[in-house]
């Protein structure tokens, strides 16, 4: 390896460490990684702005531009405290049939809508319900946390690893709705089963306090019903064309940010409102990430570690599969999956090339099944795990760090093992 | 004029104090706001009458907006009581923003200035580290209509 690549690799590692300590905030971290690979000529601006290998991803930027417009118009409707309250009701307040049902909903919102929005959607109305049922509120809220992390895994655009990994695989919505969405359905019923044991001592059922949710009006939870109607049809519409991408031909990032602009057209939203409600910098912390990541690429750092990584394995793709899914699983519990990912996805594409034989997505799907469920190993694997912890603390309800593993990694555990006979049965027979 | 020709002494409350005692605090004195010492009794937060009572609406309400709407009238009415041991510390807003204090020294514009800018109807006013009390909202209205 030459000196620039020794330098570019130590840049990188010591930013690593950076972003996952938290020492410094990451968006600084990222950013002052990239200015040192520009600085000392380990990339440069024609392939950090416009390599499809080695510079940012603006298919993974505009998507999740376009789909942080489209979720931060949905989140105002009310649609979500309209859910949850009318899944209280339904379970007339026995404290497992909310759970199950509260732990669907954050499923299901997670594998449409990033996973830390869908978090900060369920907790509050969580919060209100388990006081009404004098419930413990952090077994519900840690499930949830979690049940957002399993349904995430679903959909391309359920959490940011499966947007990355699909812009650089090449893979479409439905590749993920073909050979995800089965599993993960298969793992939230495990796992809602689990969530049955783990919290047993939480479930007490009081006739009294069951009769007060009922109460409660979930209905005056939306003010506005034609904006409701009207963000729902842009969200379907979304759905529908990510759907029929063989068909109208439009990436999820066109879609997304058409979704987003037709949104504010049909609404009262302006603009303004609508530019107000995107993370940028989140969006910013992916330009950095990626022209870090690229910088590997443009030195050969990749290439060699995927070169080794394949020898390794014996180019066998069962062994690298398993390798990639428990290892991506160990990792993404300590690390921040994003970064992860962002690093290991030009690794993966290299390996995809050298590994022989049997379908080489299995890979991708190891890679994208070991990041999303690992973070559910500790209670900062994941950014829906940290932002619980905190809405937890706010409300004066302390989670710790142990509090929360312990189940986690039983949880992780039972999930990335169920990912084992689906990935030989499926890919590697 | 000054900040020292407007000053009244006011009562203040401590960080361990419960936020119920300074809702009752602020209720029969009608006061527009409290001023909160830390232990060594300096003024940690001035906060104005709508802050106080933010203290009291569940956390949960503040965070969800559309949560206020869906709780019932009878149990809506009485939100206050839930407040239970809740002490103004633990129900004191994340981000501490600029207080409103100044010394007794300032001038009438410099206060009414740093009212609007803080949006607080009373100013602490701090000679060193001792405070004076407070000129309130309606004090300077008086003074300059």
Redesign the interface.
């Known amino acids: 390896m030459t000196v620039t690549a020794w330098v570019a690799t130590i840049v990188f590692v010591a930013t690593y460490v950076l972003i996952a300590t938290e020492k410094v905030h990451r968006v600084k971290a990222a950013l002052g990684g990239a200015a040192i690979m520009l600085l000392i000529h380990a990339t440069a601006a024609g392939s950090a702005f416009f390599s499809q290998e080695s510079g940012v991803d603006w298919n993974v930027v505009f998507l999740l531009l376009g789909m942080m417009i489209i979720v931060g118009v949905l989140r105002q409707t ?1 649609v979500f ?1 309209y859910l949850a ?1 009318w899944a209280a009701k339904r379970a007339r307040g026995r404290p497992f049939r909310l759970m199950v049902l509260l732990l669907v909903i954050t499923a299901l919102a997670s594998a449409l809508l990033d996973n830390v929005t869908t978090v ?2 369920i ?3 969580t ?2 319900v388990c ?1 009404r049922l004098a419930l413990p509120v952090a077994p519900f809220l840690i499930a949830e946390a979690m049940a957002s992390n399993i349904g995430g895994t679903a959909t391309l655009v359920g959490d940011p690893p499966n947007i990355i990994i699909a812009s650089r695989a090449g893979l479409t919505f439905n590749d993920f709705l073909v050979h995800l969405t089965p599993l993960v359905i298969v793992l939230t019923a495990v796992f809602v089963g689990l969530c049955r044991l783990l919290f047993r001592k939480a479930f007490r059922y009081d006739p009294e306090r069951a009769a ?1 949710i009922m ?4 209905r ?4 506005d019903k034609v904006m409701l109607v009207q963000s729902l049809s842009v969200l379907g519409v979304v759905i529908a064309a990510f759907v029929l991408h063989p068909v109208l031909h439009y990436e999820p990032s066109v879609v997304a940010l058409l979704g987003a602009g037709l949104l504010v057209l049909v609404t009262k939203i302006t603009t303004d409102d609508a530019l107000r409600e995107v993370e940028w910098p989140t969006l910013v912390f992916f330009a950095g990430l990626f022209v870090m990541v690229g910088a590997l690429v443009e030195t050969g750092v990749i290439a060699q570690v995927s070169r080794a990584a394949a020898e390794a394995t014996a180019g066998r793709p069962g062994v690298t599969a398993m390798v990639l899914l428990w290892a991506s699983a160990g990792l993404s519990a300590i690390v921040d999956n994003i970064p992860y990912v962002a690093t290991m996805s030009p690794i993966v594409a290299d390996l995809a090339h050298h590994v022989p034989g049997g379908d080489h997505n299995v890979l991708w799907w190891a890679l994208a099944l070991g990041a999303d469920l690992g973070g559910n190993a500790t209670a900062v694997g994941a950014s829906a795990n940290v932002v619980i912890l905190g ?1 937890a603390e ?3 309800v302390r989670i710790s760090f142990w509090q929360f593993t312990k189940y986690g990694l039983v949880v992780t555990a039972v999930t990335v093992a169920l990912c084992v006979p689906y990935l030989w049965l499926r890919y590697l027979l | 004029m000054r900040a020292r020709d407007l000053v009244v002494p006011f009562p203040t409350v401590e960080l361990d104090s419960p936020v119920a005692d300074a809702a009752r605090l602020m209720a029969e004195r009608e006061l527009p706001g409290l001023i909160v010492l830390d232990e060594r009794g300096a003024p940690v937060s001035i906060l104005p009458g709508t802050q106080v009572l933010r203290l009291a609406v ?4 503040q ?2 907006p ?2 206020a ?4 009238e ?2 809506a009415d009485t939100f206050v009581r ?1 407040l239970g041991e ?1 002490t103004v510390r ?1 129900a004191m807003p ?1 981000r501490p923003r600029e207080l409103p204090v100044t010394d007794p020294d300032a001038t009438l514009l410099e206060v009414a200035a740093l009212m609007a800018r803080t949006r607080s109807p009373l100013v602490a006013v701090l000679d060193g580290d001792r405070l004076l009390g407070a000129v309130t909202l309606s004090a300077l209205l008086k003074r300059l209509t």
């Open positions: 009310g405290e309250i900060l959607l907790a509050p109305v919060f209100l006081e007060e109460q409660l009006d979930e005056a939870a939306i003010q809405i706010r409300n004066g | 569940p956390r949960y309400c965070d969800d559309a949560l709407r869906v709780i019932d009878a149990h839930a809740r633990q994340e």
